[in-house]
């Protein structure tokens, strides 16, 4: 299938099981988003997805086993955006997005080309303005967006984000979104996690909700999986439930 | 609108022309420092004849090709060697305040220059050379063994094994120095001091290649030292192998630094500050930064030796000099460094 499969995911540290038996599958141009409480491990399954963990089981894209891929191979067909980046040098914009390009260029230095490829991608999130700006005084919502643009840079097949959404304000969050939505409708598969399942629900074809150590609660469509009976489940936490043109929205009773 | 995008374009052509100036001033400074420095010094090299100069068989002729000229060789080799090296170390391990120095390297080639002095003695000086070497070598490998905890290598583990090693070897310098005879404890005490008056064309063929070697092998790497510096994670994601090639960036730079100070002595400050020069002066971008801290390096090496030779009626060790120009100089880069990053 054309698109990312994951099939028994495991991991463990130590005795510690942190994820278990995580299988699902997302084609191109889908959307999946990974929710549970603070700690359930959905940066570890990110991890495991991306093999900078070694996870159990198997993860396929486009068919291919990751595991047998090198880290080169592997970053062609897949991006991350991880949930933060300590900057150490004050690196230009350009320079940082065009760093996506190592997988294609391996030991060369970035040609005219690459980084016409990097301006457009910086284009495509619309911040193309900060190209030339020192990435170290990029506000939160800006930096976000500029190491979306390197991901995408990196031409993958499918893109990881950790928290895309967090530490932005109200509107940044959409911006992100609308843009993750964007990028996932050229055909990417797009897999993100996420805390708020109103966001969530907004964008994704399929949501995998998780409660503390890896126990997948359930993985499908938002409106399958979100429901009040879960949500209490998971979070423990009283809700009420609107539905308005379709859509459902879900707030806690205080 | 039409005067806009004219200020722009000149704008833009400004910024063109200033970074092809500053890169064409980077480029030639190493050369022209290295014709002041070969006209400068005590005795007055006559200059009048080139052919007189380079063929007859005059004192001029063997002051300028014997001892100048193979110091001026070393000088160059040294800086360019610390320059990239400290750039590369840095950069690898996205921190700005460690140096090749930081890793072990002047500590464990100091031992092994003791070592080699007190077994053999000083007349089997040319054993002190590989002896430095090998124990700048070994210094940095248990600083990079060290440095692994529980898998994981960090910036910061890093930066604290080199603490312990470099102490380590501090120590097992000065229990050799107390247990040798006096003679050998001058000798290695005058080994150790940084300078680069008893340099000779044999020094420059023993440390050249293998310095030599080292800076072109960073040259190689620069793409892949800059991605280095993104984080373990987003390198890796981005196709790096973090843990080999960040390895291989520093056994480069420690063979590049390992050599030279081995002919030289401990020469400090330099491989700290080359590279925020460099970074003051063209910034950051990765492209261009390792190269020019190459020429920067060598140039910095050539002005401070050449002060070590004119400034006072005898040599002062350029080492001392460094020092002396190093700590203040880091100092304000620092300083400003840090308002413009933040």
Redesign the interface.
């Known amino acids: 299938m054309s698109g990312i499969e994951a099939i028994e995911l495991c991991f463990s540290y130590g005795n510690n099981m942190i994820i278990r038996q995580a299988t699902f599958e997302l084609q191109a141009g889908e959307i999946l988003s990974i929710l549970g409480p603070n700690g359930c491990g959905k940066t570890t399954l990110l ?1 495991c997805i ?1 093999m ?1 963990l070694k996870p159990e089981g198997k993860v396929l894209v486009d068919n291919i086993d990751l595991r047998t891929l ?7 067909l ?3 955006v ?1 949930q933060m ?2 900057p ?5 914009v350009i ?2 997005v065009v ?2 390009r ?2 294609q ?1 391996g ?4 040609s005219e080309k690459d980084y016409e490829i990097a301006r457009n991608a910086l284009v495509r999130v619309g911040v193309s303005h900060l190209a030339d700006k ?1 990435y ?2 990029l506000s939160g919502g800006e930096l976000k967006l500029v190491l979306i643009a390197r991901a995408l840079v ?1 031409e993958p097949k499918v893109l990881l984000l950790d928290e895309p959404t967090s530490h932005l304000d109200f509107k940044n969050r959409i911006i992100v979104l609308k843009i993750l939505r964007e990028i996932a409708d050229d055909g990417i598969a797009v897999i993100m996690s996420e805390h708020d399942p109103n966001l969530a629900s907004l964008v994704s074809d399929k949501v995998l909700l998780m409660r503390s150590k890896g126990d997948i609660v359930g993985y499908g469509s938002p409106k399958e999986i979100l429901t009040p009976d879960n949500i209490v489940n998971v979070y423990g936490l009283n809700i009420e439930i609107f539905e308005r043109g379709g859509s459902r929205y879900i707030f806690p009773i205080f | 609108m039409a005067s806009v995008e004219y200020i722009q374009y000149s704008k833009q052509s400004l910024e063109f022309l200033r970074s092809n100036l500053t890169r064409a001033a980077l480029t030639l400074s190493p050369f022209i420092f290295l014709i002041i420095y070969l006209s400068v010094g005590k005795y007055n090299v006559d200059f009048s004849s080139l052919h007189q100069l380079l063929f007859s068989d005059s004192i001029d002729r063997t002051i300028f090709l014997n001892i100048r000229l193979p110091r001026a060789i070393e000088a160059m080799i040294f800086g360019a060697s610390m320059g990239i090296s400290g750039a590369s170390v840095q ?1 690898t391990l ?3 305040l460690v140096s090749p120095y930081f890793l072990g390297i002047s500590s464990g080639a100091a031992f092994g220059a003791a070592l080699s002095i007190a077994i053999f003695g000083y007349k089997s000086f040319f054993l002190v050379q590989p002896a430095a070497i090998l124990f700048a070598l070994v210094a940095v490998s248990l600083t990079l063994g060290l440095s692994k905890f529980r898998g994981q290598f960090t910036p910061v583990s890093v930066v604290l094994a080199g603490i312990i090693v470099s102490a380590l070897f501090s120590g097992l310098l000065s229990l050799i120095q107390i247990l040798v005879e006096p003679e050998k404890t001058q000798t290695i005490v005058a080994w150790m001091i940084g300078r680069l008056y008893t340099i000779t064309w044999a020094d420059v063929r023993v440390s050249a290649p293998l310095a030599i070697l080292g800076i072109l092998g960073l040259l ?5 030292i ?2 280095l ?3 373990d ?2 390198a ?6 973090v843990e080999r090639e960040r390895l291989l960036v520093i056994f480069l730079a420690s063979v590049a630094t390992a050599s030279v100070v081995s002919v030289t002595g401990i020469i400090g400050w330099v491989c700290l500050i080359a590279p925020h020069v460099t ?1 003051f002066l063209v ?5 261009v930064m390792l190269p020019a801290s190459i020429s920067v390096g060598a140039s910095f090496m050539l002005i401070a030796d050449m002060l070590s030779r004119t400034i006072w009626n005898f040599e002062i060790p350029v080492g001392i000099i460094t020092t002396i120009i190093g700590a203040p100089l880091f100092l304000y880069l620092m300083r400003r460094a840090l308002h ?3």
């Open positions: 991890k991306n900078l090198n880290a080169r191979d592997l970053a062609m897949m991006g991350y991880p980046h300590s150490g040098f004050p690196y230009r320079d940082v760093s996506g190592t997988p260029l030991f060369s230095v970035p020192f170290t005084q990196q | 950069t996205k921190n700005p190689y790497f620069r793409w892949r800059f991605v510096s993104m984080g994670e987003e890796k994601s981005l196709g790096i192998n970074r910034g950051s971008d990765p492209k413009e990053w933040h």
